[in-house]
T-cell receptor
Framework: GAGVSQSPSNKVTEKGKDVELRCDPISGHTALYWYRQSLGQGLEFLIYFQGNSAPDKSGLPSDRFSAERTGGSVSTLTIQRTQQEDSAVYLC??????????????FGPGTRLTVT | DAKTTQPNSMESNEEEPVHLPCNHSTISGTDYIHWYRQLPSQGPEYVIHGFTSNVNNRMASLAIAEDRKSSTLILHRATLRDAAVYYCILRMRTGGGADGLTFGKGTHLIIQP
């Protein structure tokens, strides 16, 4: 079946502009995650959605970052007033979710964001 | 999440077994041991997970120490395609079991032809 898809694959924007990154999770997966990976850095968790519950925003680096998930499926990560330090690959992942067992996460190919 | 420690890099030859160690001496009684890998220019990929017993799947085997304070990911016959960064991650069994992953620096595995 289809995996996690993300769009655009590449985005170049000017400092100060807003950007929207899109994630389409695997059909039926109730959990959705956003991560980012800066050049030479590790993967950093940003935000997590589980079904219709309020998202866990504990990893968002600043209030310029926000995310929403419509209808329990597609998610959009928005970065307002982009800064050069926002340049990174933004990865989306989805998984099934149970009450006890931590299910594996399936990652998309990422969106490479470059802020000039 | 409890912390894991892995070697920064390892090198192996093609078609030989590879043993990737992970130390997690502060593991709690509710933590699962997960392994992911990230091939160049790709998103991470799930490899395997376990709790106490050793586990096998089509990609790899996971050997877990009896005290659970360490584990070893085993690739039985490495190929060039296995060259990647391998991450050992502890995940809580409770709390919904679907929290964000905490990635460390992982082990950069180099495969020589």
């Amino acid at each position: 079946g289809a995996g996690v898809s993300q769009s655009p694959s590449n985005k170049v924007t000017e400092k100060g502009k807003d950007v929207e990154l899109r994630c389409d999770p695997i059909s039926g997966h109730t959990a959705l995650y956003w991560y980012r990976q800066s050049l030479g850095q590790g993967l950093e968790f940003l935000i997590y959605f589980q079904g219709n519950s309020a998202p866990d925003k504990s990893g968002l680096p600043s209030d310029r970052f926000s995310a929403e998930r419509t209808g329990g499926s597609v998610s959009t990560l928005t970065i307002q007033r982009t800064q050069q330090e926002d340049s990174a690959v933004y990865l989306c992942a989805s998984s099934s979710a149970g009450l006890a067992v931590p299910y594996e996460q399936y990652f998309g190919p990422g969106t490479r964001l470059t802020v000039t | 999440d409890a912390k894991t420690t892995q070697p920064n890099s390892m090198e192996s030859n093609e078609e030989e077994p590879v043993h990737l160690p992970c130390n997690h001496s502060t593991i709690s009684g509710t933590d699962y041991i997960h392994w992911y890998r990230q091939l160049p220019s790709q998103g991470p990929e799930y490899v395997i997970h376990g709790f106490t017993s050793n586990v096998n799947n089509r990609m790899a085997s996971l050997a877990i120490a009896e005290d659970r304070k360490s584990s070893t990911l085993i690739l039985h016959r490495a190929t060039l395609r296995d060259a990647a960064v391998y991450y050992c991650i502890l995940r809580m069994r409770t709390g919904g079991g679907a929290d964000g992953l905490t990635f460390g620096k992982g082990t950069h595995l180099i495969i020589q032809p």
